[in-house]
């Protein structure tokens, strides 16, 4: 009987570590990541995400973005964009909130996308039908390359996304 005891006290606490582990999101392979600017008009803008590596893959390849298919733009739980204030992106309207942050890569030209669900893992239940806004911009070369996504907020609006060799922007007003 002690054994049995033993035994399951053992399991009980292998489960609980594994648990408690699963919920320190920092020990992931892709961490979480926050970039955060309050712009000269004072509208406060934050990024949530995971910074997946590259880790000698290839992007576009190997690893996401993938030609043509919606990417979570990060990794793990689906990337959260907020704005304190009604904004516009890239001259167009988007209203203070919570959005999914996403993107659709052909070549060059990236698609930015604000889904109104912000709460997903990944990009698996993603629905066109909530997407709230869509800027398109064009990526550029970075001449460094970036091992891990990271994002940027400059204090002028500017939103900049480094990943691997690949640099996009879009701006905020």
Same mark, same amino acid.
């Not at 904004?87 to 167009?92: A, F, H, L, R, S």
């Not at 550029?140 to 690949?166: H, M, P, Q, Y």
């Given at each position: 009987?002690?054994?049995?005891?033993?035994?399951?006290?053992?399991?009980?606490?292998?489960?609980?570590? /594994?648990?408690?582990?699963?919920?320190?999101?920092?020990?992931?392979?892709?961490?979480?990541? =926050?970039?955060?600017? $309050?712009?000269?008009?004072?509208? /406060?803008?934050?990024?949530?995400?995971?910074?997946?590596?590259?880790?000698?893959?290839?992007?576009?390849?190997?690893? %996401?973005?993938?030609?043509?298919?919606?990417?979570?733009?990060?990794?793990? %739980?689906?990337?959260?964009?907020?704005?304190?204030?009604?904004?516009?992106?890239?001259?167009?309207?988007?209203?203070?909130?919570?959005?999914?942050? #996403?993107?659709?890569?052909?070549?060059?030209?990236?698609?930015?996308? #604000?889904?109104?669900?912000?709460?997903?893992?990944?990009?698996?239940?993603? =629905?066109?039908?909530?997407?709230?806004?869509?800027?398109?911009?064009?990526?550029? =070369?970075?001449?460094? $390359?970036?091992?891990?996504?990271?994002?940027?907020?400059?204090?002028?609006?500017?939103? %900049?996304?480094?990943?691997?060799?690949?640099?996009?922007? #879009?701006?905020?007003?």
């Amino acid at each position: 009987m002690k054994k049995i005891i033993s035994f399951a006290l053992i399991v009980t606490t292998f489960i609980s570590s /594994v648990a408690m582990a699963q919920d320190d999101k920092s020990k992931r392979p892709s961490p979480p990541a =926050k970039a955060e600017a $309050t712009l000269q008009n004072g509208t /406060v803008i934050s990024i949530d995400y995971s910074q997946p590596s590259v880790k000698g893959r290839t992007v576009g390849k190997d690893l %996401e973005p993938l030609s043509g298919k919606v990417w979570r733009t990060g990794a793990n %739980e689906a990337t959260v964009f907020e704005v304190s204030k009604d904004v516009k992106i890239e001259g167009q309207s988007l209203k203070a909130g919570k959005y999914g942050l #996403f993107t659709i890569v052909d070549g060059d030209n990236w698609t930015i996308i #604000f889904n109104k669900t912000w709460k997903q893992w990944g990009a698996f239940t993603y =629905k066109e039908s909530d997407d709230v806004l869509r800027v398109k911009v064009r990526s550029t =070369k970075l001449t460094t $390359t970036s091992e891990r996504l990271t994002f940027t907020i400059f204090a002028n609006g500017k939103v %900049e996304l480094k990943w691997s060799d690949i640099d996009v922007a #879009f701006n905020i007003q």
